[in-house]
Each structure stands twice: as C-alpha cells, then as structure tokens.
C-alpha cells in the first residue's frame, strides 16, 4: 500500500506571496491532518479534515487554510506569507477521525525570504 | 491547553549504552502515541498505549503509560546508531463533543554514536 505522498517537497517563496500545498492520504484514509514543524515551537496541529468536513482546527491565523476532496486528497493554502512561515508542512493520514494512528508523509519544507 | 513536556531535549549517548526519555503532562489522555523523526522525513509511528500502567515492548524499546495517563516514558536498551532520531510523544483528547485532538511534544533528539 503507498504511503502519504506531500507535494511539492521543497518550495521558496516570497514574503506577501501565497503558496498551496498538496496531500495525498494512504488508500482507504478519510482523515487528513496537517501540521507545522518548526525547531522552537515543534510539531503544532493546523487542522484536521474528515469526509471533507473541517472536524478541528489548531490555534493558526486565518490565512491558514485547507479543504480536502472527495477522493480524500486534500490542500493546504497559506496566504500572505510571512517569514515566520517557514516550516515543514507534514500532512498526516488516518483511517477514523481523532487521535487514531497517524501516518506521516515526508513534508514540504516552505522557506520563505 | 494541554501541553507535554519532554525530556531531555538532546540526548548523545554511546552506542551500547541504556537510556530513557520523558513525557509529562498535568493533563489526562486518552491514549499517548510515541513516533520517531528521522531528518528528512515525517514520524513513523512506534506505539500507542491507551491503559493507565500499560508496559509494551518493541524490541529493544518499552513503552510506559502512567497509572494516571498523564505521563509515559520510553526505556532504549542497548541503544544502536540506528536509533538516531527524533523522538515524538503525542497525546490524544477529546476536545468537545465527538471532536479528538492530538497534541505533540516538541521532543527528545537521540543521538547514538558508534
């Protein structure tokens, strides 16, 4: 079975830009979550998508946003970038929704200048 | 808010050596998931204890949860080069309704050297 595949893996943007990034959970998964990975603050909860339903939301700015599909894939959209932004963005898959067993895919390291 | 708190932050150990880290909590879970980080890559999942004293062992690791569930530790016997990484607990709650959280620890970075 192929794991959770994030695209794209790395991504350089420009302060004020925007950026979508790309999620697509293990077969048969129907929760999506994401998360923000940085070395001060480690690993912080974004939200989490069910059934493409927002089921929880982390404590982020609104520019941080997501939806998720009806095949399960789901995307993750940060606007007006700011430099703190710059992160590892790991999308994480689940077969039920909550604190059930979460596969990680490898991330997408966003650096913003 | 419920926050974990691990320890240590760092930890560079010989190859051979025993070792254990912590995660603590004034908060109760329901179930705590340990993962392990290797750079480059998202955490793999090692375990997930849902009991309060519950013990489990993968090999050369064993898994603790606490009698109250706000706490766990996770013993590395033998520690091997290969254990490198970034240790992850996380601990699940219900946020309201039938709504479950997850919430990580920042984490315990291993270093075994050979």
């Known amino acids: 079975k192929a794991g959770v595949t994030q695209t794209p893996r790395y991504l350089i943007k420009t302060r004020g830009q925007q950026v979508t990034l790309s999620c697509s959970p293990i077969?048969?998964?129907?929760?999506v979550s994401w998360y923000q990975q940085t070395p001060g603050q480690g690993l912080q909860f974004l939200f989490e998508?069910?059934?493409?339903?927002?089921?929880n939301k982390g404590n982020f700015p609104g520019r941080f946003s997501g939806r998720q599909f009806s095949n399960s894939r789901s995307e993750m959209n940060v606007s007006t970038l700011e430099l703190g932004d710059s992160a590892l963005y790991l999308c994480?898959?689940?077969f039920g929704s909550g604190p059930s067993e979460q596969y990680f895919g490898p991330g997408t390291r966003l650096t913003v200048t | 808010t419920q926050l974990l708190e691990q320890s240590p932050q760092f930890l560079s150990i010989q190859e051979g050596e025993n070792l254990t880290v912590y995660c603590n909590s004034s908060?109760?879970?329901?179930?705590l998931q340990w993962y392990r980080q290797e750079p480059g890559e998202g955490p793999v999942l090692l375990v997930t204890?849902?009991?309060?004293?519950e013990v489990k062992k993968l090999k050369r690791l064993t898994f603790q949860f606490g009698d109250a569930r706000k706490d766990s530790s996770l013993h590395i016997t033998a520690a091997q080069p290969g254990d490198t990484g970034l240790y992850l607990c996380?601990?699940?709650?219900?946020?309201?309704?039938?709504?479950?959280?997850?919430?990580f620890g920042k984490g315990t970075l291993l270093t075994v050297n050979p």
């Open positions: 994480a898959s689940s």
């Open positions: 077969s048969g998964h129907r929760s």
């Open positions: 998508y069910f059934s493409e339903t927002q089921r």
């Open positions: 908060s109760v879970f329901s179930s």
């Open positions: 204890v849902v009991t309060g004293g």
């Open positions: 996380a601990g699940g709650f219900n946020s309201g309704g039938s709504n479950y959280k997850l919430t």
